[in-house]
């Protein structure tokens, strides 16, 4: 039975907006409807054997176009986690459904997936782009990126630990935690080990989380752009809390953190030298 163009866009619809031609026939769809759908404008080949929406996520349809598979940063940015950098082209494997790295304009990373990918996929499982983020970020900012997939539930130390991991991988692992809630957490935990004082973030204290604890009362929080408004107010009522409790508070911004360290290191380097950190 002929089916009309709105039910092949539907279909298309929970796919990601993205499929290949053979699942849609496997799923019933003669040529002819697709075709309909294709002549209609409702529905566009990104390449042969695949069908999108036109409205499809542009990292989508790249992925179709050329055959790839979205991984490392470029999926870490679609799943919502820290990424030092947004900039630059897509990163995809070369292997699998990958057509092959001299004609993909794009940053393509080698080696074998650590969970293998469905020939359909057009983006990498979270397993394989960590993998791919610890071969491709410095450290610093891989770890951070891996502590975002973790405090996201998307995947677990636990589980990790089940997995073949690469020397770069396996350290990360070894560093890892679930806690931090942003990455200037992991830099700022990163570049404080040094001082070999207890380093803990996000933990609650009188009612509310701290970006990060240094021993047991220097508190350090970090102000992004939605410290403004309601939010400012907030954060100027729970910081008078925290004083009235007898904690020590720094605030830096995101730009002093990312762009200028040695003046925030300093602030905390005076502060723990006149034992601020410590309870009196």
Same mark, same amino acid.
């Given at each position: %039975?002929?089916?009309?163009?709105?039910?092949?866009?539907? &279909?298309?619809?929970?796919g990601d907006?993205?499929?290949?031609?053979?699942? *849609?026939?496997?799923?019933? +769809?003669?040529?002819?409807?697709?075709?309909?759908?294709?002549?209609?404008? &409702?529905?566009?080949?990104?390449?042969?054997?695949?069908?999108? =929406?036109?409205?499809?996520?542009? =990292?989508?349809?790249?992925?179709?176009?050329?055959?790839?598979?979205?991984?490392?940063?470029?999926?870490? %940015?679609?799943?919502?986690?820290?990424?030092?950098?947004?900039?630059?082209?897509?990163?995809?494997?070369?292997?699998?459904? &990958?057509?092959?790295?001299?004609?993909?304009?794009?940053?393509? $990373?080698?080696?074998? !997936?650590?969970? !293998? /990918?469905?020939? #359909?996929?057009?983006?990498?499982?979270?397993?394989?782009?960590? &993998?791919?983020?610890?071969?491709?970020?410095?450290?610093?900012?891989?770890?951070?990126?891996?502590?975002s997939a973790?405090?996201?539930? =998307?995947?677990?130390?636990?589980?990790?630990?089940?997995?073949?991991?690469?020397?770069?991988? /396996?350290?990360?692992?070894?560093?890892?935690?679930? +806690?931090? #809630?942003?990455?200037?957490?992991?830099?700022?935990?990163?570049?404080?080990?040094?001082?070999?004082?207890?380093?803990?973030?996000?933990?609650? @204290?009188?009612? $509310?989380?701290?970006?990060? *604890?240094?021993?047991?009362? *220097?508190?350090?929080?970090? #102000?992004?752009?939605? $410290?403004?408004?309601?939010?400012?107010?907030?954060? @100027?009522? $729970?910081?008078?809390?925290?004083? *009235?409790?007898?904690?020590?508070?720094?605030?830096?911004?995101?730009?002093?953190? %990312? +762009?200028?360290? !040695?003046?925030?290191? #300093?602030?905390? %380097?005076?502060?723990?030298?006149?034992?601020?950190?410590?309870?009196?």
């Amino acid at each position: %039975m002929r089916r009309n163009i709105g039910t092949v866009v539907e &279909a298309l619809s929970r796919g990601d907006g993205v499929l290949r031609t053979r699942t *849609l026939q496997r799923r019933g +769809f003669t040529p002819s409807d697709i075709r309909s759908a294709v002549e209609a404008g &409702a529905v566009v080949r990104p390449r042969r054997g695949w069908l999108a =929406l036109p409205s499809t996520e542009p =990292l989508l349809l790249f992925a179709a176009t050329y055959c790839a598979v979205i991984t490392c940063r470029s999926q870490a %940015m679609r799943l919502g986690l820290w990424v030092h950098d947004a900039s630059g082209p897509p990163h995809v494997p070369v292997g699998a459904n &990958a057509e092959g790295g001299g004609r993909i304009p794009a940053r393509v $990373h080698w080696g074998s !997936p650590v969970v !293998p /990918r469905h020939p #359909d996929a057009l983006v990498d499982p979270i397993e394989n782009v960590l &993998a791919h983020i610890a071969e491709c970020e410095p450290f610093e900012q891989a770890l951070a990126t891996w502590e975002s997939a973790l405090n996201k539930s =998307l995947v677990t130390l636990d589980a990790l630990k089940n997995y073949a991991w690469k020397p770069a991988a /396996r350290e990360l692992l070894a560093q890892a935690s679930p +806690f931090a #809630d942003a990455g200037l957490e992991t830099y700022l935990r990163l570049r404080l080990r040094w001082l070999r004082e207890p380093i803990r973030v996000q933990i609650w @204290i009188a009612g $509310h989380r701290v970006d990060t *604890l240094i021993g047991d009362r *220097l508190v350090v929080q970090i #102000d992004g752009a939605h $410290h403004v408004g309601a939010q400012r107010s907030e954060d @100027i009522r $729970h910081h008078a809390d925290l004083r *009235l409790r007898g904690y020590h508070v720094i605030r830096v911004s995101y730009t002093q953190v %990312m +762009f200028d360290w !040695p003046t925030v290191q #300093d602030l905390i %380097m005076r502060a723990v030298a006149q034992g601020l950190h410590r309870s009196r």
